[in-house]
């Protein structure tokens, strides 16, 4: 392509952008309305995306709730305990180990439990020794605290293995449960986003019938006569893309006093994390993409039905 | 420069608008096609510009053989032949200088050659002047003579008229057809459908008379009408 041709092409295209540009900005009411309705739908995947993150680093705190007991048989010797603890130490993903003895066991009981009188009549001391560990924050996922107690079950000393705080792993499963949701909802969504602008164009294409006729009639190519409607579909994709984004972060600025508080009272002092620069090109990105395909996909079916006629 | 030879056209709907059209149109040439309403006129205009294909006979445009032009090639072939309607399809939301524009956009001439190109075709039809107008500010001879502008500004060697003067009086008609007189003097091949057998009569041009889609008979003018021009 020549430097004049290049010229041409370019402002060709700088052309269709423009006015497809005008066309938009001359029905302000319509243009707000089909971008709203796209921004909603793009809004609610990338709400629920910030949703996770924010419960997922709101909750990363409660790693340290979680913990393992593994109870040996009464007659393990105490060289015995203290070998299994090291090995336990070793082990990947374990981020502290405490041995408590069946005494200290006892000690703690009596203190705690008010049944002092009562265990004094026992012979013999009950309480099993116990090793206590704590996942490290990083290795808190439902599979990886199996594999531990797996591990901890192992041990022909050990007993049984309780988990404490597994609600919070339960909790973890939901999050990942409710980030696939999200993946099917931003797919289904992604549709409704295609169906809108696909609608918006096909409209456009009816009230613009006569131009389209007179422009294949005088020799306008079908690239041609397609052009400002996907440029159309992909200006409304990027509004949408961008209002989208703006959405979620007031969304997330009318929530921040609220959780403050909330995070306060529960002695937090978690901030909720706004859509960042990832996300407002995520948002971008999808906008621009599904109003191009919805676009592209409105034109190529009725563009082709309309030619020129006489009378 | 345009040659008809037993073409038959049959619409999907059943109806054969045309079944044996032969006829001859010269690189230069001015005629007219007459007719009543559904004798054919329209078709022969539609397969000229390749808005429609000849069901069966052989027709040839500008040295292209319509039946065989591929699909991809039809917008160029269609910037060689100018078209004007009765109704003058003008754009009524745009002002008269994008009208006129129009085939060559869509054809990628500059801008400075669009406006130069514009602006001599308007001159040709005597509305320079008038570009930022918008079409219904003009009068109907205006409006047609707008049409006019837009079917002859990218040059094309034919140009056809769909009853250029039907909502025309007699005074703005006349004046239409010496706009295509002047047209036709510089080389342009012309075809013109119309039921104003006066005007024809007139311009001492030949007439191809269709009935019932065939050619019942062309008029040559008589020699000292001819010599009258």
């Known amino acids: 392509m020549s430097a004049f041709g290049l010229a041409s092409w370019g402002s060709r295209h700088a052309h269709a952008l423009l006015s497809s540009m005008g066309r938009l900005a001359r029905h302000p009411l319509a243009t707000l309305l089909t971008v709203l309705v796209m921004a909603l739908a793009l809004a609610l995947p990338l709400g629920l995306n910030r949703l996770v993150s924010n419960v997922r680093a709101a909750t990363g705190d409660f790693s340290g709730a979680i913990g393992l007991s593994a109870y040996l048989h009464l007659e393990v010797p105490e060289e015995r305990i203290q070998q299994l603890a090291r090995s336990t130490r070793e082990h990947a993903g374990v981020a502290h180990v405490e041995v408590i003895s069946s005494a200290a066991a006892l000690e703690q009981f009596r203190k705690e439990s008010g049944f002092g009188a009562a265990l004094d009549a026992l012979s013999s001391n009950p309480l099993p020794p116990v090793i206590s560990v704590t996942p490290a924050a990083g290795a808190s996922s439902p599979a990886e605290v199996e594999t531990l107690r797996r591990y901890l079950a192992a041990w022909p000393e050990v007993e049984s293995v309780q988990i404490d705080g597994d609600w919070v792993v339960r909790f973890n499963a939901i999050l990942d449960e409710l980030r696939d949701l999200l993946l099917l909802a931003g797919v289904l969504l992604g549709a409704g986003v295609i169906a809108v602008v696909g609608n918006t164009i096909r409209l456009e294409i009816d009230n613009r019938r006569a131009e389209i006729e007179v422009t294949k009639l005088v020799g306008g190519t079908n690239a041609f006569v397609r052009r400002p409607f996907l440029y159309a579909g992909t200006l409304y994709g990027v509004l949408a893309g961008l209002a989208a984004w703006l959405i979620v972060l007031a969304a997330t600025l009318s929530l921040q006093p609220a959780t403050t508080r909330l995070a306060l009272a529960y002695g937090s002092h978690f901030m909720l994390n706004g859509p960042d620069v990832r996300d407002a090109g995520l948002a971008l990105a999808a906008g621009t993409l599904l109003g191009w395909i919805g676009a592209w996909l409105a034109a190529a079916r009725h563009l082709a039905r309309i030619e020129p006629g006489f009378s | ?229």
């Open chain 2, 1 to 229: 420069m345009i040659s008809f030879e037993r073409v038959a056209k049959r619409y999907p709907n059943g109806r054969e608008a045309l079944s044996a059209v032969t006829l001859q149109v010269a690189p230069g040439e001015m005629v007219f096609l007459t007719g009543r309403s559904g004798a054919g006129k329209s078709t022969v205009l539609k397969l000229i510009a390749l808005l429609e294909r000849p069901t069966r006979g052989q027709l040839i445009v500008n040295g292209e053989n319509t039946a065989k032009l591929p699909a991809r090639r039809i917008p160029a072939f269609r910037r060689r032949v100018g078209v004007v309607f009765q109704d003058h399809r003008l754009l009524t939301d745009r002002p008269v200088f994008d009208n006129v524009a129009l085939p060559l956009i869509v054809a990628d001439i500059s801008m400075r050659e669009i406006d130069r190109r514009v602006r001599a075709a308007l001159d040709q039809v005597g509305l320079l002047g008038k570009e930022r107008m918008l079409p219904l500010e003009l009068s109907v001879g205006e409006q047609q003579r707008v049409g006019i502008a837009r079917a002859v500004v990218s040059r094309p060697p034919i140009l056809i008229a769909d009853e250029p003067t039907g909502n025309l009086d007699h005074q703005l008609a006349s004046e239409v057809m010496n706009l295509f007189r002047r047209l036709n003097e510089v080389g342009v091949t012309i075809v013109i459908a119309t039921h104003d057998l006066l005007l024809v009569r007139e311009s001492g041009l030949r007439e191809i008379v269709l009935a019932e889609g065939m050619v019942a008979g062309a008029e040559v003018p008589l020699p000292s009408m001819q010599a009258e021009r």
